[in-house]
């Protein structure tokens, strides 16, 4: 079983920053793809960044040039740095990984995809 918690959510003002986290644990033999995704109030929720296993980047147009997505591979944990935040990004924040579990004797095991609980960020004076 493969979990993600995230941190790193809460009120920021306008114009603020926040660095939310994101940790992989359970037994994992690799991750592809992790990403960011968000969720507003009377929303669909939607892809804000994801980062490849490789460092290849993908952004959601209403954050680039704000947002920065980044992993650290060895931790198992996924990075968004926003800054310049406004108060249209106040959503849930939602982490997301794919990848294959491990199995005893370095075995390769099934494919996964799991969902972090979600951080609350917030933008508002």
């Known amino acids: 079983q493969v979990q993600l918690v995230e941190s790193g959510g809460g009120l920021v003002q306008p114009g603020g920053s926040l660095r939310l986290s994101c940790a992989a644990s359970?037994?994992?033999?690799?991750?592809?793809?992790m990403g960011w995704y968000r969720q507003a109030p009377g929303k669909q929720r939607e892809l804000v960044a994801a980062?490849?296993?490789?460092?290849?980047?993908n952004y959601a147009d209403s954050v680039k040039g704000r947002f920065t997505i980044s992993r650290d591979n060895a931790k198992n944990t996924v990075y968004l740095q926003m800054n310049s935040l406004k108060p249209e990004d106040t959503a849930v924040y939602y982490c997301?990984?794919?990848?294959?579990?491990?199995?005893?004797?370095?075995?390769?095991?099934?494919?996964?995809?799991?969902w972090g609980q979600g951080t609350l960020v917030t933008v508002s004076l």
């Open positions: 980062i490849t296993s490789g460092g290849s980047t």
């Open positions: 359970g037994s994992i033999f690799s991750i592809n793809a």
């Open positions: 997301n990984a794919d990848g294959r579990t491990a199995q005893a004797m370095g075995v390769i095991g099934r494919y996964f995809e799991v």
